[in-house]
């Protein structure tokens, strides 16, 4: 690799090996030691192309989530199974690895603007500016750039747009489905909203045990499906459609409780 040798996006690669090496080193610890990250669906990954993998997740924190799959999809390209131990993974990152985030929250620091360098794209949101509710039309060129990424490598993206659980998705990644036709590839996470602040930034708890699940990628006729219909499948396959708060009773949400007391762990 030529030292200055950019991607589609002008970032220098050798720069953002570096960013990507740091950041891990520092973060390691939020996983595998103030809290415990436990995965599945390591070999999922390693089956995956190279280009066009779009992952969609639900999303408990603005950075810890992504931060999070940067680990587990490094650690299980090295060969790891469903950890992330020895963190020698991190020294050869996958550098085409993105992630979609809102223009404004990678704007506001020096430390988004290095978070926003190590792989996001950053977007205008529709429906959200500055802490007030907008209606405005999604730009094209955040559409493009989505697409760019995807034909260089992998995306991550949180559909609901907030880290609140059980919102509705935006209409806007199965546009995105639709149009590229990537490999779809939901991710299910836990214990990230108990473990770290709103932002994801600062260590909330200790001895939280975190989770994270990778599914088989989607099944999806890209040609004939709807929006709605492609919608509801992501809802199903991230956990966030709503039949699943329909159908817990209380009894049943205290006993959820419960477990959520038993997945703190104790050194």
Same mark, same amino acid.
């Given at each position: 690799m030529g030292i200055f040798k950019?991607?589609?996006?002008?970032?220098?690669?050798f720069l953002k090996k570096w960013l990507i090496r740091i950041l891990g080193i520092m973060s390691h610890q939020r996983y595998k030691g103030f809290n415990k990250l436990e995965v599945?669906? %390591?070999? @999922?990954?390693? &089956? /995956?192309? +190279?280009?066009? !993998?779009?992952?969609?997740?639900?999303?408990q924190t603005y950075f810890a989530d992504v931060v999070a799959m940067f680990h587990?999809?490094?650690?299980?390209?090295?060969?790891?199974?469903?950890?992330?131990?020895?963190?020698?993974?991190?020294?050869?990152?996958?550098?085409?690895?993105y992630y979609v985030a809102a223009a404004e929250t990678m704007k506001k620091s020096l430390l988004?603007?290095?978070?926003?360098?190590?792989g996001s794209i950053s977007i205008q949101r529709t429906w959200r500016s500055e802490g007030k509710d907008v209606n405005r039309q999604v730009k094209m060129s955040d559409i %493009?750039? @989505?697409?760019? &990424? /995807?034909? +260089?490598?992998? !995306?991550?993206?949180?559909?609901?747009?907030?880290?609140?659980?059980?919102?509705?998705?935006?209409?806007?990644?199965?546009?995105?489905?639709?149009?590229?036709?990537?490999?779809?590839?939901?991710?299910v996470i836990d214990g990230f909203r108990r473990s770290f602040d709103?932002?994801?930034?600062?260590?909330?708890?200790?001895?939280?045990?975190?989770?994270?699940v990778i599914k088989e990628p989607l099944e999806i006729d890209y040609e004939n499906e709807s929006v709605e219909s492609i919608i509801e499948k992501l809802e199903y396959a991230i956990e966030q459609h709503p039949s699943f708060l329909k159908v @817990?009773?209380?009894?049943?949400?205290?006993?959820?409780?419960e477990e959520n007391k038993k997945r703190e762990w104790r050194s």
């Open positions: 950019e991607n589609p996006f002008g970032h220098i690669l599945e669906g %390591s070999e @999922i990954i390693r &089956a /995956l192309p +190279d280009t066009n !993998v779009l992952f969609v997740s639900n999303h587990v999809f490094n650690a299980s390209l090295s060969g790891r199974d469903d950890n992330i131990k020895n963190i020698g993974y991190i020294w050869h990152p996958k550098l085409n690895m988004t603007k290095i978070l926003a360098y190590a %493009s750039n @989505i697409g760019t &990424a /995807l034909n +260089d490598g992998w !995306v991550v993206t949180f559909p609901q747009g907030t880290t609140t659980p059980w919102k509705p998705l935006r209409k806007g990644t199965a546009h995105i489905i639709k149009r590229y036709k990537p490999v779809v590839v939901p991710v709103k932002k994801g930034l600062r260590v909330k708890k200790k001895g939280i045990l975190q989770s994270m @817990i009773s209380e009894k049943e949400l205290l006993a959820y409780e």
